[in-house]
């Protein structure tokens, strides 16, 4: 059975979407202002459910809040459930935006840096995947974005360093993988690779000085906005898109060009 995009007859879930400034809060409320149906998950289950309330509140659209660890298959298995049993109509998007930034220098990296690192940004995104992946291919119908970083293909170079970048990195192989395989059951992959963006994610970790200058690097003149990437997010989510699959799109302000 293949369902149509509309209220009532699809829902995305999107991770790492209770910060009021981050790009799965404004990729949840593009999601909703396009006609879907939206499950916000977060490690902040309070915040995703205020995220939730919020979006619910502007669109009148059927939008759950759900804590979760990415890094936690068995958080995950409960989110599954979760859906199962409430209103929402089956999964047909899934957008991996939970992440964390990590400016450490390489010989300063300790293993539990490390593993916080990749288990949240590629361990997070492969147990996502595979939580939601069967019901997609149940259904008939599947689109998965998954967020890598400029810092993957340049090595670093924005503000986080080599455990980022080789997270990141892995995502890319991830998606490419992945949109290979699913295919055949007319699913999409695919990886947007960021340059700076106005999130809070370097909270505490740089100041205005830092942030022009990250800015002053950019051709466009200006970093990245949440909304900019969520535009690409739900367009990649969308019946349009049936045939991009296993890409890597470089929405960085021409800051990357490959």
């Known amino acids: 059975m293949s369902y149509q995009t509309g209220i009532g007859q699809r829902t995305a879930v999107v991770t790492g979407a209770a910060s009021p400034r981050g790009i799965g809060f404004a990729t949840a409320r593009r999601f909703a202002a396009e006609g ?9 289950g309070p915040g995703a459910e205020a995220a ?3 979006i619910a509140g502007e669109f009148k659209a059927p939008v759950l809040g759900l804590a979760a660890d990415v890094t936690d298959q068995e958080s995950l298995a409960r989110c599954v459930e979760a859906l199962a049993a409430s209103e929402l109509p089956p999964v047909g998007a899934l957008a991996n935006i939970a992440g964390v ?11 539990e840096e490390w593993n916080r690192v990749v288990g949240i940004n590629l361990t997070g995104t492969f147990l996502a995947c595979q939580a939601f992946l069967p019901q997609m291919i149940e259904n ?5 974005v998954n967020m890598s970083s400029v810092s993957a293909q340049q090595g670093g170079g924005v503000f986080s360093k080599t455990p980022y970048s080789a997270a990141k990195a892995g995502v890319l192989g991830l998606t490419r993988s992945l949109a290979r395989e699913v295919a055949p059951h007319g699913i999409t992959v695919n990886a947007l690779s960021p340059g700076v963006v106005d999130t809070d ?21 200006r970093q990245g906005t949440p909304d ?24 960085n302000g021409g800051s990357y060009i490959a």
């Open 101 to 111: 930034a990590s400016p450490t220098p390489f010989l300063e990296v300790d293993l």
């Open 52 to 54: 939730a309330d919020k």
């Open 36 to 44: 879907w149906a939206v499950a916000l998950l977060d490690i902040d």
């Open 140 to 144: 008939g119908y599947g689109r998965i």
């Open 201 to 221: 994610i370097r909270a505490g970790a740089t100041d205005e000085e830092n942030e022009a200058r990250l800015a002053a690097a950019v051709p466009m003149g």
């Open 228 to 251: 900019d990437m969520a535009a690409l997010v739900v367009f990649l989510s969308s019946e349009d898109s049936s045939y991009i699959t296993g890409t890597t799109q470089n929405i």
